[in-house]
């Protein structure tokens, strides 16, 4: 069975991070699973090469181990393309230029029903972002509609028994309130989060994935990707997200909290992990 902690390279890894490798990685002890480590870097505006250096350097201070290769997702924009390339071709994506804000304030999409043609085709396998002149949406309805009857549910682990969730549910809620279409591909980086985190835990043959509560209400969308795609559903458990009670009284006294400065600062690895509880 495998699991992974998937970073993004967009700072300093700190407490909450470290407290969630913990999570991940005593997976690995309690129940002999493969931890992987995946870095999530294909938000070019936000990450950098040394926060990924960094990443290594404090994982492995803090005593983690992880399989190589590595997988860096910014290797990977053409797999990703493929994927949206894929719901464009099955009708289910649309071009739009709205913000989220537009489209509370009752703006509307105005390509939606116009499916994309030719996204990809001036596209050369290449490590390349896709250059793309608008967002691109999942449309939320004929998602639901080509799926039919199948169902739309995880497994739910972090309470120790399995729960299935039915995911059918929050999608249509998010239909029936119009809430806006999520993003499958971003303007600025040609390929989105939803995509390269599914296709990956799906590539990589991810049993479980483990990761904080704040990404619960993504894990919907990413149950349809996952069905539209043609992917299998990983199980998973979401962690609480460490509520930062040393990383606010460290920074009140004009402390930095990442673990690098902690380290610099003379902790040792276990002060540093013992800390990072919640
Ligand atoms: N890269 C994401 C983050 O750092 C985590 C994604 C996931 O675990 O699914 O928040």
Not at 114 to 125: A, H, M, P, V
């Amino acid at each position: 069975m495998v699991t992974r902690f998937a970073p993004s390279p967009t700072g300093r890894l700190h407490l909450g991070h470290a407290f969630a490798a913990k999570v991940a990685f005593n997976f690995v002890k309690n129940q002999r699973f493969n931890c992987l480590l995946r870095i999530e870097d294909i938000d070019h505006t936000r990450c950098t090469n040394e926060y990924t250096l960094g990443i290594y350097r404090d994982l492995d201070w803090l005593g983690f181990d992880w399989p190589v290769p590595v997988k860096i997702q910014s290797k990977h924009y053409y797999d990703y393309a493929k994927a949206i390339k894929n719901l464009c071709d099955l009708g289910l994506a649309y071009e739009c230029s709205l913000t989220r804000g537009n489209i509370r304030d009752g703006l509307l999409p105005k390509n939606k029903g116009i499916s994309i043609e030719g996204y990809l085709d001036n596209f050369k396998r290449s490590n390349n972002r896709p250059n793309i002149t608008h967002s691109i949406r999942l449309d939320l309805r004929k998602s639901m509609q080509f799926l039919k009857d199948q169902k739309l549910t995880f497994i739910e682990t972090s309470s120790g028994t399995e729960k299935e969730v039915n995911s059918k549910m929050a999608l249509m809620d998010s239909i029936i309130n119009k809430k806006p279409d999520p993003i499958i591909a971003r303007k600025d980086i040609g390929v989105s989060y939803h995509i390269a985190v599914t296709h990956d835990d799906h590539h990589q043959n991810i049993s479980h994935v483990v990761r904080g509560y704040d990404l619960y209400e993504s894990t919907h969308l990413h149950v349809l990707i996952q069905k539209l795609s043609n992917w299998q559903t990983p199980k998973y458990h979401h962690h609480p997200v460490l509520n930062n009670k040393y990383g606010d009284k460290l920074s009140k006294r004009g402390l930095d909290t990442s673990i690098r400065s902690l380290r610099n600062n003379g902790l040792t690895a276990k002060q540093v992990l013992d800390m990072a509880t919640l």
